[in-house]
């Protein structure tokens, strides 16, 4: 048995139990004393349907009244929860259902077909499927936990992995924990702090938002679906102090906001999802808007090297430094030195389910990025071959796979563009067999099916030959020059 604390929702239980702690953006609010009853009451009929301490428990499932009150409720139990990204289909769910040894799904009403879809193709049972919003309830369940150990695995989420299978990034509470002690070691915690979360919850960016609610005993604001207008009526008129976004989030409130500006009230803006484009940093910093840019993966519970309220206009476009207790350094000794980012630290992740567990040094990131004289850091670029879009992490290798199952596909290359909007996106290019002509709409309608709609290509590019390395490897960023040249003077 590792370190244990006291159950956070039960520790707000006693501190705030009349204080708000969700408030819902289509109306409605929970206090802590009702979401902590809400939240044991779902724990008992849990217990009832035979969910027991260690169980795996997917959730798929938006971000909605009864979204906290599921994550809560495992906590209770001792049962780890299997966070499934909503946006993916029910084959690319299945697999994470199989991989992660899944015991029962939890689905609500907008994904319960496909989660039911899903179990089809893996060994669960029609049984082990169940409606968010019909699942059983007991007024005041016994045997539920009090306290909670940091040793202990509470989360699993995906990421996609180096050979473009998705690996399970296994959270203890301590992870958690830390993580969310860090964030306040850096940003403060004030007594108006109102934050709101648009990011999904099966996104670490997101869940970490959920863990700060209950760990600072600070409201949250939650929203279901991004609605830049709505958004920033909630930062004028409903105390919103903190927001967490992805860059094409920030775009839009920029552009909603006009020429307008937020109330002295608003605290800024926690930019992840990779970096930002200067323009955009610099238009904030034009309507004295603090925007705290941040470094982190799944990994890393969320940001683990953030930019200080103090140095948001003085160092735009850094990360900013190591969290408290974190450490991060760059596998270059000189400063300026673009190399590998190593991070450590006890909101670092010890690993994959089913892999070897990380022993206690430093975590390879695989993203390039140096530091300056005085420590800031500054992320020059991601995994080689990773596509950041909109915040979402996307693999060449699992969509090549989907396109080469196409008849009259030989090969297929994939690749990030540039994107106004998103960032990147993907683009495919495709050696044909024969050369025999292709309709790239049966294409993209071929890879909706197959695959989450962030990761169909954008555009299609027809070659003779895909560039190759010596072993025969895909040379992606030569895909990229190819697709530079065809629109040069566009």
């Known amino acids: 048995m590792g370190q244990t604390i006291p159950h956070w929702l039960e520790k707000q239980n006693d501190l705030n139990p009349d204080k708000t702690a969700i408030e819902f953006a289509g109306g409605g609010r929970l206090t802590f004393a009702e979401l902590r009853e809400e939240s044991r009451r779902l724990a008992g009929g849990m217990l009832l349907q035979g969910i027991q301490r260690g169980d795996h428990i997917a ?11 599921f994550i809560h409720a495992l906590s209770y139990i001792g049962a780890v929860g299997v966070l499934l ?59 539920l936990n009090t306290s909670l150990d940091f040793s202990d695995p509470y989360t699993m989420i995906y990421t996609s992995g180096t050979t473009g299978q998705p690996k399970a990034v296994i959270h203890t509470y301590g992870n958690h924990w830390f993580s969310a002690v860090a964030s306040a070691l850096n940003l403060g915690i004030e007594a108006k702090d109102k934050w709101l979360l648009c990011l999904p919850v099966f996104h670490v960016g997101g869940f970490s938002i959920l863990m700060k609610n209950v760990i600072y005993g600070m409201p949250i604001v939650l929203f279901n679906n991004f609605d830049a207008g709505k958004i920033n009526d909630q930062i ?54 603090s925007v705290f840019q941040s470094y982190g993966m799944t990994e890393t519970s969320s940001q683990i090297c953030t930019l200080s309220p103090g140095e948001a206009f003085r160092k735009i476009g850094s990360a900013g430094k190591a969290l408290s207790p974190a450490e991060l350094k760059i596998d270059q000794s000189e400063p300026g030195r673009i ?14 389910y089913k892999k ?30 990773m596509i950041i879009s909109g915040g979402e992490n996307i693999y060449p290798a699992e969509i090549e796979s989907v396109l080469t199952g196409i008849e009259g596909v030989q090969e297929a290359g994939v690749t990030g563009i540039k994107d106004d909007e998103w960032g990147e996106v993907p683009a495919a290019f495709l050696v044909l067999e024969n050369n025999m002509p292709l309709d790239i709409e049966k294409i993209k309608a071929y890879c909706r099916e197959k695959l989450a709609g962030y990761k169909v290509p954008h555009v299609f590019y027809i070659l003779e030959e895909l560039p190759r390395n010596a072993s025969n490897k895909i040379l992606r960023r030569k895909l990229l020059e190819t697709y530079e040249r065809n629109n040069e003077g566009a």
């Open 339 to 352: 190399g590998e980012i190593l991070v450590k630290g006890p909101m670092v992740s010890e690993g994959y």
């Open 236 to 289: 004028m008129e409903n105390g919103v102090t903190i927001i967490s976004v992805v860059t094409v989030m920030l775009q839009r409130l920029l552009k909603d906001l006009g020429r307008g500006s937020y109330p002295e009230s608003f605290r800024g803006m926690l930019l992840g999802g990779g970096p930002a484009p200067e323009p955009l940093l610099y238009e904030a910093y034009e309507k004295n808007i």
């Open 85 to 143: 990204n909503t946006r993916l289909t029910a084959e690319e769910l299945a697999y994470q259902l199989d991989d992660a040894d899944v015991k029962k799904l939890i689905a609500d009403k907008e994904h319960l077909e496909k989660g039911i879809k899903a179990a089809d193709l893996t060994s669960l049972g029609a049984d082990d499927v169940y409606s968010s919003s019909r699942f059983p309830k007991v007024e005041e369940a016994s045997d």
């Open 356 to 385: 070897q567990k990380r022993e206690n040094e430093f975590l390879k990131t695989g993203d390039l990025g140096y530091m300056d004289k005085e420590g800031f850091l500054y992320v020059v670029d991601r995994v080689k071959d």
């Open 59 to 69: 959730l798929l499932v938006s971000n909605q009244l009864s979204t906290p009150l």
